[in-house]
T-cell receptor, first 114, second 113 residues
Framework: GAVVSQHPSRVICKSGTSVKIECRSL??????MFWYRQFPKQSLMLMAT?????????EQGVEKDKFLINHASLTLSTLTVTSAHPEDSSFYIC??????????FGPGTRLTVL | AQSVTQLGSHVSVSEGALVLLRCNYS??????LFWYVQYPNQGLQLLLK??????LVKGINGFEAEFKKSETSFHLTKPSAHMSDAAEYFC???????????FGTGTSLTVIP
């Protein structure tokens, strides 16, 4: 089946720094990717829809200047958390739309902001 | 508008017993429905999906779910629980394949030996 990877799997950073998370579709091209956020013991909340070659569409309440999304190629989308703060600590999961419109999820990235 | 409700944030069953995880949805159009499993600190693994074909859907690891339009439900079942089934389970709905998902709040399944 189709594989989606995320890098890094875990990251710890200091408050005020920026962190970039990569989401790659390894064996298929994905015009559309989604970024989700999951707090401990909670469900996944959609943050934004990332479309290759165009600006991302953000969900209500998600700061686009804080969570920068770039989908520069059909196999890579990046999420940059700018000026991270402890409240940004979370599990970030991406997904990519493959053939037959099936959605494949990455393994997630655990961000801890100190 | 779409939404998913999972009744019971925690479910405990004995090993070998029936597993029943409940999911109800609301959707203005015929939905696509999914069940995912998540193990600690991992991503989501698709268990099964309903995309307007057979109403009884069989998935991996012995799980199955039945789409009941009259009840707007898509409950997940497994006849006999195994210790390895202990995980978090999410129900999700989508209006169109390839579109964003709306997830339920999840059900944590504990299997008692």
């Amino acid at each position: 089946g189709a594989v989606v990877s995320q890098h890094p799997s875990r990251v710890i950073c200091k408050s005020g720094t920026s962190v970039k998370i990569e989401c790659r579709s390894l064996d298929f091209q994905a015009t559309t990717m989604f970024w989700y956020r999951q707090f401990p013991k909670q469900s996944l909340m959609l943050m934004a829809t990332s479309n290759e070659g165009s600006k991302a569409t953000y969900e209500q309440g998600v700061e686009k200047d804080k969570f920068l999304i770039n989908h520069a190629s059909l196999t890579l989308s990046t999420l940059t958390v700018t000026s991270a703060h402890p409240e940004d600590s979370s599990f970030y999961i991406c997904s990519a739309i493959g053939s037959y419109d099936e959605q494949f999820f990455g393994p997630g990235t655990r961000l801890t902001v100190l | 508008a779409q939404s998913v409700t999972q009744l019971g944030s925690h479910v405990s069953v004995s090993e070998g017993a029936l597993v029943l995880l409940r999911c109800n949805y609301s959707s203005s159009v015929p939905p696509y429905l999914f069940w995912y499993v998540q193990y600690p600190n991992q991503g989501l693994q698709l268990l099964l999906k309903y995309t307007s074909a057979a109403t009884l859907v069989k998935g991996i690891n012995g799980f199955e779910a039945e789409f009941k339009k009259s009840e707007t439900s898509f409950h997940l079942t497994k006849p006999s629980a195994h210790m390895s089934d202990a995980a978090e389970y999410f129900c999700a709905v989508s209006e169109v394949t390839g579109n964003q998902f709306y997830f339920g709040t999840g059900t944590s399944l504990t299997v008692i030996p």
